[in-house]
């Protein structure tokens, strides 16, 4: 009796860590299960001071609105469904400071009067002319604060470089967790821009971590897809088994390292790939003839991992035609493949 009561506690124990590393790992991957197919996604940059560097016109709160207002989310969402795209990654804001989409936690410890943040939501806007044409949104956001912003910058108590950032980190939680518990199920997921120190920042064993991170971006969505981007790296690595894809930023998709993959999954996360198809991110003409970024795409997904490729904007928010062609040279070449 005492030896069926020690197997059948051993068996509790197995089986709990069992589910246990089916939780961190299995619902991980599964939630960015969707990524998995020859359909590229497509990512954009709408970033005030990179609007203020192509149109020529100094940024100000009120000129930020004016754009933002004037985004045009049904004709971008019908040129991603002309595409064929998946998924879309849009950015809710990086350095300047100014974000398109409010956020009261935000202001409340930033305490910057006007706001720089947009009155209308952006984000919220987006996704819902997506959800019409069962197209998912990824929200795009630093894993810092906006460096160009002294203001912000030190309200939130941030250091640039391998500083633990400890009361930053649970300022800018706070912050992710109301824009996560404001979308819910309407943003798909997340991709966290700028986690360069890993070791120093995310992995102690008490919150503010990587865990702690996570849930704040899944207090809206349980079932949102997180990737955090350590920079850019040749080979395709995952951080943490709190993401549930890779966030794959590579400069040169034709020489990017794809290895061991296992059962679709990478280190148990989904593989992923980001890469731009302009001269750099967010602006330019294409760079690769049309039969090359479908060539480099399809090598991508014959290696087992998904694909999001950056294009530039125009100024009412939607993808120029020169873009617009590759793109769907490139999912019509996926749908090809897959038949």
Same mark, same amino acid.
């Given at each position: 009796m005492r030896t069926s009561h020690r197997f059948a506690r051993h068996a509790l124990v197995v089986l709990t860590l069992a589910l246990v590393c089916i939780t961190v790992h299995g619902e991980g991957a599964g939630r960015a299960a969707w990524m998995q197919g020859n359909r590229v996604g497509v990512m954009t940059h709408y970033l005030a001071d990179w609007r203020a560097r192509t149109d020529n016109v100094p940024m100000s709160v009120e000129s930020w609105n004016d754009l933002i207002d004037h985004f045009d989310v049904n004709a971008l969402a019908d040129q991603l469904k002309s595409v064929g795209a998946s998924h879309y990654v849009l950015t809710i804001g990086q350095n300047s400071g100014y974000y398109d989409s409010p956020n009261a936690t935000y202001d409340r410890l930033v305490g910057i009067k006007p706001t720089k943040l947009s009155k209308r939501d952006l984000i919220a806007d987006m996704a819902e002319a997506l959800a019409k044409r069962d197209i998912k949104l990824i929200a795009y956001l630093p894993s810092g604060a906006p460096n160009g912003d002294r203001? &912000?910058? +030190?309200?939130? %108590?941030? %250091? #640039?470089g391998e500083h633990p950032n400890r009361e930053f980190q649970r300022k800018w939680e706070a912050i992710v967790r109301e824009w996560s518990k404001r979308w819910g199920p309407k943003v798909s997921g997340w991709w966290f821009d700028g986690a360069y120190w890993p070791n120093t920042m995310y992995r102690s064993t008490d919150a503010p971590n990587f865990k702690s991170f996570a849930a704040a971006a899944r207090a809206g969505n349980p079932n949102a897809a997180i990737a955090f981007n350590p920079g850019v790296i040749p080979r395709l690595i995952s951080v943490t088994p709190y993401e549930d894809y890779t966030?794959?930023?590579?400069?040169?998709? +034709?020489?990017?390292?794809? *290895? *061991?993959?296992?059962g679709g999954r990478l280190d148990g996360v989904q593989p992923h790939i980001l890469s731009y198809l302009g001269r750099t991110w967010g602006m330019g003409e294409p760079r690769f003839a049309t039969d090359k970024a479908v060539e480099i795409t399809q090598a991508i997904h014959k290696a087992g991992a998904a694909m999001t490729w950056d294009v530039?904007?125009?100024? #009412?928010?939607?993808? =120029? =035609?020169?873009?617009?062609? %590759?793109? *769907? &040279?490139? #999912?019509? *070449?996926? &749908?090809?493949a897959s038949n």
């Open positions: 203001a &912000a910058r +030190e309200a939130l %108590q941030w %250091q #640039n966030a794959g930023e590579i400069s040169d998709p +034709e020489h990017v390292e794809i *290895r *061991r993959i296992d530039p904007l125009l100024k #009412n928010g939607t993808i =120029p =035609p020169a873009f617009i062609e %590759q793109l *769907r &040279a490139i #999912n019509a *070449r996926g &749908a090809a």
